[in-house]
């Protein structure tokens, strides 16, 4: 059974950073691609940012200059660092395994979803 832990969630002030990470109980990890993607209050859920197996990244027009998405193959962990957070950056995080490793797997999500870890960011 795949499963993804995120966690570095919590509440920050407009203009500050989080670090989120997500390890992967997954022996083929190093060949996957991996995405984040997030859920605003009363939206759908959206793609923010992919990794490929090859550490490739990839990111949705919002994060460009503020997120950086990461891998740690020796880790079998997945770090999204958020910068210059914005109040409408507020929603929860998800961590999603591709089901590839190339670019496909890190634009679009596979069925292993971590539990979601919240993002406050207040004005």
């Known amino acids: 059974q795949v499963q993804l832990v995120e966690s570095g969630g919590g509440l920050v002030q407009a203009g500050g950073s989080l670090r989120l990470s997500c390890v992967v109980s997954?022996?083929?990890?190093?060949?996957?691609?991996f995405g984040w993607y997030r859920e605003l209050p009363g939206k759908q859920r959206e793609w923010v940012a992919g990794?490929?197996?090859?550490?490739?990244?990839y990111y949705a027009d919002f994060a460009v200059d503020r997120f950086t998405i990461s891998r740690d193959d020796a880790k079998n962990t997945v770090v999204l660092q958020m910068n210059h957070l914005k109040p409408e950056d507020t929603a929860v995080y998800y961590c999603?395994?591709?089901?590839?490793?190339?670019?496909?797997?890190?634009?679009?999500?596979?069925?292993?979803w971590g539990q979601g870890t919240p993002v406050t960011v207040s004005s």
């Open positions: 990794v490929t197996d090859g550490a490739t990244t």
């Open positions: 997954e022996s083929i990890f190093s060949h996957r691609s």
């Open positions: 999603n395994l591709g089901s590839s490793g190339s670019y496909w797997g890190a634009r679009r999500p596979g069925p292993y």
